[in-house]
């Protein structure tokens, strides 16, 4: 093992003089009572210094409202509250206006449907003396609306939009871009994330930031460097061009630190995920956290955490901005944690790391022209907070076919960074994590609590077929088998347990206007096939509801994908034969590690599967999606789980002092606010995801 030679370009503290002002709109403070933007600050810390329900009232919890939107399905968002109003979305991407104390609707901008139906985890709040605005993502779009009426602003962009292509290029004209997670303010700018293709279809994931009042891009910072440019040499010469490898964008939103006019900025990996052949090198600033220059963009500094991805191992959270006691020194620094399970902690304005790092050798490929990075880093400290390592021993020992788990288990390729091939690859943690989305809670003592899931994936690649192999299947199956079969399977059945549908009969449930609007503009984490002609989209969906004419195209499915010598055999987990995890549990947890020395205070299980406690087995965990928050009583508000279940937790011991089963699971961070004197913490309940009731409510909380 070897010491990190690091990846960072330091700076002096003195060249960030100039940018030390603050632009930070009056309700936008580190300690509002309120819940003014995403995960509570700007500091992404999910904290309130709230602190009206405690440990000794909690149990006296009741529900203060319940809003129905009417509009069933996964709500992944964290609601932000102003002046009095809660601002939140639907399944289907609605963006409404609650009042915070009563749930009574003031508003709902209902044509944000119509630019797809990916899921929105939030808005952005902004104002500027009576100019207030709620900025969204919707579709390829940036919208505006005006915070008191939800109507479009004319001035922005154009009636109301701006394009989200606009600073990508011409190659993103025909490309499937969305906004997902709620954009940064600063000053006068939203910095903007960007969800794309994970295929070799992708757009450049170049960072955008638009003008707020305008909708006019103001700066564009290019994570795929053109000629010239820093990076450039650590890609093929031409891969600026877009034309096989795309990604390396921010989709998980970012963190500032607004007095020094700093924005943290966490990248995901190329595209296409899994293969690397033609992107040979370190490929910067791909799996990066950047600290950019909020007014204009230019870098500070970097920090790259995986070298030349091919495990899908984007970073899953915005970091965390934290204040911490480090050698009897104050220390500002930035927290990041990773789907492996680490957490990277830096000083904020140097990007120097605050605990060693080390570049640790790896397996090759076994594929050829797959040139691996030959070392990964691993951070010294915090140790990680999801298992490392999987051995026979960690087999499901309540698997009734735990012999054929030991099977598979014994043909994979086991071990971190194993590199995909032919053969299956064991990836642990899994490609949800690990942390994932919804992120860490961190309080002023420099605490972090962070939800992490536990599930093996087993990955594998093949040979792209040649167009002579397709040739028997009529136009409608060759593109089912190019686009779709990756996660819905050759015979359509899908994968629930891993989120993909079933679509056999898909003619019985759903009209051929819905389907042919999911392939254009995709739904929850599928993406769009914006490349597919409409000739091509319809033959698909008369393949699918089973009344395709063969003679009706001739069209080549894929032929305005760039082509790649691997194709992905699909998202599958390693599950016994009744579904659970093929690995013993925990298969969820919740940690408490002190940033100040690294150290890990307490870990439990996370979530429960009821049916097995029945049966007398321990409380196992379960896969969770969305945060904790933490308030300024020593409380943490949970939801995310399995189970369907809403927690309060003691942040000093980790111990359950509360919990409710909510209407429908809620995979979201809760956002708690004051109004009139009283707290309340509220949780949008949608569930759906990992096979959960569908619900439509957010649900509020408060004492009586």
């Known amino acids: 093992m070897k010491r990190l030679l690091l990846p960072v370009l330091f700076l002096s503290a003195a060249l960030f003089t100039a940018a030390q002002f603050s632009t930070d709109p009056p309700q936008q403070t580190a300690l509002s009572r309120e819940w003014p933007e995403y995960l509570g600050g700007p500091d992404r810390n999910h904290y309130s210094p709230l602190d009206q329900i405690n440990a000794s009232n909690v149990h006296k919890l009741q529900v203060?409202?319940?809003?129905?939107?009417?509009?069933?399905?996964?709500?992944?968002?964290?609601?932000?509250?102003?002046?009095?109003?809660?601002?939140?979305?639907?399944?289907?991407?609605?963006?409404?206006?609650?009042?915070?104390?009563?749930?009574?609707?003031?508003?709902?901008?209902?044509?944000?449907?119509?630019?797809?139906?990916?899921?929105?985890?939030?808005?952005?709040?902004?104002?500027?003396?009576?100019?207030?605005?709620?900025?969204?993502?919707?579709?390829?779009?940036?919208?505006?609306?005006?915070?008191?009426?939800?109507?479009?602003?004319?001035?922005?962009?154009?009636?109301?939009?701006?394009?989200?292509?606009?600073?990508?290029?011409?190659?993103?004209?025909?490309?499937?871009?969305?906004?997902?997670?709620?954009?940064?303010?600063?000053?006068?700018?939203?910095?903007?994330?960007?969800?794309?293709?994970?295929?070799?279809?992708?757009?450049?994931?170049?960072?955008?930031?638009?003008?707020?009042?305008?909708?006019?891009?103001?700066?564009?910072?290019?994570?795929?460097?053109?000629?010239?440019?820093?990076?450039?040499?650590?890609?093929?010469?031409?891969?600026?061009?877009?034309?096989?490898?795309?990604?390396?964008?921010?989709?998980?939103?970012?963190?500032?630190?607004?007095?020094?006019?700093?924005?943290?900025?966490?990248?995901?990996?190329?595209?296409?995920?899994?293969?690397?052949?033609?992107?040979?090198?370190?490929?910067?600033?791909?799996?990066?956290?950047?600290?950019?220059?909020?007014?204009?963009?230019?870098?500070?500094?970097?920090?790259?955490?995986?070298?030349?991805?091919?495990?899908?191992?984007?970073?899953?959270?915005?970091?965390?901005?934290?204040?911490?006691?480090?050698n009897g020194k104050t220390v500002d620094a930035v927290a990041q944690v990773t789907k492996t399970g680490h957490v990277f902690v830096f000083d904020r304005v140097t990007g120097k790391p605050l605990f060693p790092i080390n570049e640790v050798p790896y397996p090759k490929s076994e594929l050829p022209d797959e040139p691996t990075w030959p070392t990964q880093p691993v951070p010294s400290k915090p140790a990680p907070f999801a298992r490392q390592t999987l051995s026979e021993a960690d087999l499901n020992p309540y698997a009734e076919n735990r012999d054929s788990l030991l099977a598979v288990y014994r043909r994979a390729k086991v071990g971190p960074f194993q590199p995909l091939g032919k053969t299956p690859t064991l990836v642990y943690p899994g490609l949800d994590g690990g942390a994932e989305w919804g992120g860490a809670a961190v309080d002023p003592d420099g605490i972090m609590y962070v939800n992490s899931n536990e599930m093996a994936w087993l990955l594998s690649l093949r040979e792209t077929p040649k167009d002579e192999e397709l040739a028997h299947l009529s136009p409608g199956e060759r593109l089912?088998?190019?686009?779709?079969?990756?996660?819905?399977?050759?015979?359509?059945?899908?994968?629930?347990?891993?989120?993909?549908?079933?679509?056999?009969?898909?003619?019985?449930?759903?009209?051929?206007?819905?389907?042919?609007?999911?392939?254009?503009?995709?739904?929850?984490?599928?993406?769009?096939?914006?490349?597919?002609?409409?000739?091509?989209?319809?033959?698909?969906?008369?393949?699918?509801?089973?009344?395709?004419?063969?003679?009706?195209?001739?069209?080549?499915?894929?032929?305005?994908?760039?082509?790649?010598?691997?194709?992905?055999?699909?998202?599958?987990?390693?599950?016994?034969?009744?579904?659970?995890?093929?690995?013993?549990?925990?298969?969820?947890?919740?940690?408490?590690?002190?940033?100040?020395?690294?150290?890990?205070?307490?870990?439990?299980?996370?979530?429960?599967?009821?049916?097995?406690?029945?049966?007398?087995?321990?409380?196992?965990?379960?896969?969770?999606?969305?945060?904790?928050?933490?308030?300024a009583s020593g409380l943490l508000f949970i939801a995310a789980s399995k189970d369907g279940m809403f927690r309060v937790i003691d942040k000093k011991t980790g111990d359950v002092l509360w919990q409710t089963e909510l209407p429908a699971a809620g995979y979201a961070t809760p956002s708690t606010y004051e109004v009139n004197g009283k707290q309340y913490i509220v949780i949008a309940c949608g569930g759906t995801k990992l096979g959960t009731r569908k619900g439509d409510s957010y649900v509020a909380f408060a004492l009586p």
């Open 480 to 631: 089912y088998t190019v686009n779709c079969s990756v996660c819905h399977r050759p015979d359509r059945k899908g994968n629930p347990t891993s989120g993909y549908p079933s679509l056999v009969n898909i003619s019985q449930r759903r009209d051929r206007d819905f389907v042919h609007k999911i392939i254009t503009t995709g739904k929850g984490m599928m993406p769009g096939f914006t490349r597919l002609t409409e000739v091509e989209k319809q033959a698909l969906v008369s393949f699918l509801f089973g009344d395709e004419k063969v003679e009706a195209s001739s069209a080549k499915p894929g032929s305005k994908e760039p082509y790649v010598p691997y194709k992905f055999n699909g998202y599958t987990k390693f599950l016994d034969n009744k579904g659970y995890p093929g690995i013993r549990p925990p298969w969820g947890t919740l940690t408490a590690i002190n940033l100040n020395t690294g150290e890990h205070l307490w870990q439990k299980p996370f979530g429960e599967l009821k049916e097995l406690t029945a049966k007398g087995i321990p409380q196992t965990g379960a896969e969770s999606y969305g945060g904790p928050v933490v308030t």
């Open 64 to 326: 203060a409202w319940e809003y129905h939107s009417r509009d069933s399905g996964q709500v992944q968002c964290n609601a932000i509250i102003v002046d009095g109003t809660l601002y939140g979305v639907t399944a289907s991407n609605q963006v409404f206006a609650l009042d915070a104390a009563t749930g009574q609707e003031k508003w709902r901008y209902k044509e944000s449907s119509k630019g797809g139906v990916n899921t929105l985890r939030g808005v952005t709040y902004w104002s500027d003396k009576d100019d207030k605005r709620i900025l969204f993502g919707s579709g390829a779009s940036l919208c505006a609306v005006d915070a008191r009426t939800g109507a479009l602003i004319p001035g922005f962009g154009t009636n109301g939009k701006a394009s989200l292509k606009a600073g990508l290029g011409p190659t993103a004209a025909d490309k499937f871009v969305i906004s997902n997670t709620p954009g940064t303010i600063f000053g006068d700018l939203i910095i903007m994330p960007l969800r794309l293709s994970e295929g070799s279809d992708a757009a450049l994931g170049y960072i955008q930031a638009f003008n707020v009042r305008t909708g006019q891009i103001a700066w564009v910072f290019r994570t795929i460097p053109n000629p010239g440019e820093f990076g450039y040499d650590t890609w093929p010469k031409d891969t600026y061009k877009n034309i096989n490898v795309g990604g390396a964008n921010n989709w998980s939103g970012m963190s500032i630190d607004r007095k020094r006019g700093i924005v943290y900025v966490p990248t995901g990996s190329a595209a296409f995920d899994f293969y690397g052949g033609n992107r040979k090198g370190q490929n910067l600033f791909a799996n990066c956290l950047l600290a950019l220059d909020a007014k204009t963009g230019k870098r500070l500094w970097h920090y790259q955490f995986v070298h030349h991805d091919i495990w899908d191992r984007d970073l899953p959270a915005p970091p965390n901005l934290v204040t911490l006691r480090m």
